[in-house]
C-alpha cells in the first residue's frame, strides 16, 4: 500500500446508476452490485481471458473465484459491475487497506477492453467511494501495462510508487 497520496482532493466524480454507450454503440448499466451479482460474475470470471490475470487475481477456476467474490462481497468492499445485455462485462471494487485506504480492482472481459468501460466503471466507483467518505484509493499496476496506466492516469491517479516491480498510484478523494 502506498504511503504517499496526492496533496489535492480529487474533483467529484459521477455515481452510480448509470447507462452509458461504450465507444463500441453498445449500451452498458453500471450499477452497485452485491451478493445477488455472484453467481453472474463467476461466469464471467470463467470467460477472463488468462492473459488478463495480474497478481493471481481473478483466480482461474470456479470454487476459487467463487471464494474470492464472497471476500469481495464481505466487510466494507465497495462493488459496481458493468453490464450489456443485462450481462456482467465489467466489475470494480474497493477494498478496504490499512490506515482509512482502499485498493482498488477492476476487470473487464477482453472483448469489451478498449471502448471505455474501464473508465465509466472507476469514475462511477470513485464517485461511489465519494459517497460513502472515502478519502484515499491505491491501486498497483504491472509497469508494462500502458493502457492501464493511462486510464488511471486520466482518471486522476498519480504515481506514488516506481521502485518496484509494480507501479503503484494513489488518488485523495
Known amino acids: ?27 452498458i448499466r453500471i450499477r452497485i452490485a452485491d451478493g445477488d451479482d455472484v453467481d453472474a460474475l463467476v461466469e464471467m470470471y470463467l470467460e477472463f481471458d488468462p492473459e488478463d490475470r495480474a497478481q493471481g487475481i481473478p483466480p482461474v477456476r470456479e470454487e476459487p473465484i467463487r471464494t474470492w467474490l464472497d471476500n469481495l462481497f464481505g466487510a466494507g468492499c465497495l ?4 453490464l450489456h445485455d443485462d450481462e456482467p462485462v465489467g466489475h470494480a471494487t474497493l477494498v478496504p487497506d490499512v490506515e482509512d485506504t482502499y ?12 471502448a471505455g468501460i474501464g473508465t465509466l466503471l472507476i469514475e462511477r466507483l470513485l464517485g461511489y467511494a465519494q459517497e460513502q467518505d472515502v478519502e484515499r484509493v491505491w491501486l498497483s499496476v504491472e509497469r508494462w501495462n500502458d493502457p492501464a496506466i493511462a486510464l488511471y492516469k486520466n482518471v486522476g491517479f ?15 478523494l
Request: glycine fraction near 4%; hydrophobic fraction near 35%; avoid cysteine.
Open 1 to 27: 500500500m502506498t504511503d504517499r497520496f496526492p496533496d489535492e482532493t480529487a474533483e467529484s466524480f459521477p455515481r452510480p446508476p448509470a447507462t452509458v454507450t461504450d465507444r463500441n454503440d453498445r449500451e
Open 158 to 172: 498519480e504515481m506514488s510508487s516506481t521502485e518496484s516491480f509494480e507501479l503503484e498510484m494513489g488518488i485523495r
Open 79 to 82: 462493488n459496481l459491475v458493468a
Open 103 to 114: 485498493e482498488l480492482a477492476i476487470f473487464v472481459l477482453h472483448t469489451y477492453q478498449g
